[in-house]
């Protein structure tokens, strides 16, 4: 079976300027995560969608990051204007359902995008 | 909202002892509690989960207990080998199906 694809792997970019990234989930998968792991530290959930639905982005700086999941497959995670608090690992993850209360399912990640903003 | 604690950040032990690493959370509602190893420069990798209707869950050498009562789960990894050595998360789910992640702990094997 094939795994969750990401790409970029790494991306180099000066502050100010744009960054996407994009993520094909497993097959089947319903569920797509979009974490940010800063150095050190834990994922942290950025948006959480639900086949093309988003079901939860308490998280994402909306004034620069954006993020869609056309057809309920592929998704790109944007940011614009990227800051320097940006660099970090940016990680894709799909489950068959969701996380969380009630629909427990293990979440498959990606191998990341290393983002640095210099 | 939910927070989970977890403790130690580092912990060093010898080839072929045990080693514990400990989760605390605060929401009461929480149900499902995964844990996840990293190794260097490598994805998350969930290595074992528990459900809040289970006390206790085993897979070879890895555990994992849950008390409800406390708020606290714990992995347990036993006969530790070199390949241990990683990072450790924990999670507890949070509302809207969201998993909150522990900080993590490198976990350090010594030959």
């Known amino acids: 079976e094939a795994g969750v694809a990401q790409s970029p792997r790494y991306k180099i970019i000066e502050k100010r300027q744009s960054v996407a990234f994009w993520c094909n989930p497993i097959?089947?998968?319903?569920?797509l995560y979009w974490y940010q792991q800063i150095l050190g530290q834990g994922p942290k959930l950025l948006i959480q969608?639900?086949?093309?639905?988003?079901?939860?982005d308490s998280q994402l700086p909306k004034d620069r990051f954006s993020a869609e999941r056309l057809k309920g497959v592929d998704s790109t995670l944007k940011i614009q204007p990227a800051k320097l608090e940006d660099s970090a690992v940016y990680l894709c993850?799909?489950?068959?359902?969701?996380?969380?209360?009630?629909?427990?399912?293990?979440?498959?990640f990606g191998q990341g995008t290393r983002l640095t903003v210099v | 909202g939910e927070n989970v604690e977890q403790h130690p950040s580092t912990l060093s032990v010898q080839e072929g002892d045990s080693a514990v690493i400990k989760c605390t959370y605060s929401d009461s509602a929480s149900n499902y509690f995964p844990w996840y190893k990293q190794e260097l420069g490598k994805r998350p990798q969930l290595i074992i989960d528990?459900?809040?209707n289970v006390g206790e869950k085993k897979d070879q050498r890895i555990a994992v207990t849950l008390n409800k009562t406390a708020k606290h789960f714990s992995l347990h990894i036993t006969e530790t080998q070199p390949e241990d050595s990683a990072v450790y998360f924990c999670a507890a789910s949070g509302s809207n199906y969201q998993l909150i992640w522990g900080a993590g702990t490198k976990l350090i094997i010594k030959p």
């Open positions: 969608f639900q086949n093309n639905g988003v079901v939860d």
């Open positions: 993850a799909s489950s068959l359902v969701g996380q969380g209360r009630g629909m427990n399912t293990e979440a498959f």
């Open positions: 097959s089947g998968h319903a569920t």
């Open positions: 528990i459900r809040s």
